[in-house]
């Protein structure tokens, strides 16, 4: 079970942290990735880190440099930091687990229920 918190309204240009705890499973078994979903549009990749909390990490082009994903497997736990927050970052977002380090849903079998993120222009 995945369980996302930490989203809110934030202006254009300030950050956000998001958390996603994992309990049920070994967490350190799965890669674990961020995808959002904006009003009218198709969920998409935002980031994914593989199975060590040292491990790689993937970055959407979107992304690429204001946001950073990390993991504590002591914690069960995942997080997302989100710096220079555009209001094209506007979103639910959910945190996923899976079994293999993609940039595809289809790779993800675990989802959580999703944190609305809304970056005020």
């Known amino acids: 079970q995945l369980q996302a918190s930490g989203g809110g309204l934030v202006q254009a240009g300030g950050s956000l942290r998001l958390t996603c705890a994992a309990s049920?499973?070994?967490?350190?078994?799965?890669?674990v990735a961020w995808f959002r979903q904006a009003p009218g549009k198709e969920r998409e990749f935002v980031a994914a880190?593989?199975?060590?909390?040292?491990?790689?990490?993937w970055y959407a082009d979107s992304v690429k440099g204001r946001f950073t994903i990390s993991r504590d497997n002591t914690k069960n736990t995942m997080y997302l930091q989100m710096n220079t927050l555009e209001p094209a970052d506007t979103a639910v977002y959910y945190c996923?687990?899976?079994?293999?380090?993609?940039?595809?849903?289809?790779?993800?079998?675990?989802w959580g229920q999703g944190t609305l993120v809304t970056v005020s222009s």
């Open positions: 996923a687990a899976g079994h293999y380090y993609s940039d595809s849903q289809a790779d993800y079998d675990y």
């Open positions: 049920g499973r070994t967490f350190s078994d799965y890669a």
């Open positions: 880190v593989s199975r060590r909390a040292s491990g790689s990490t």
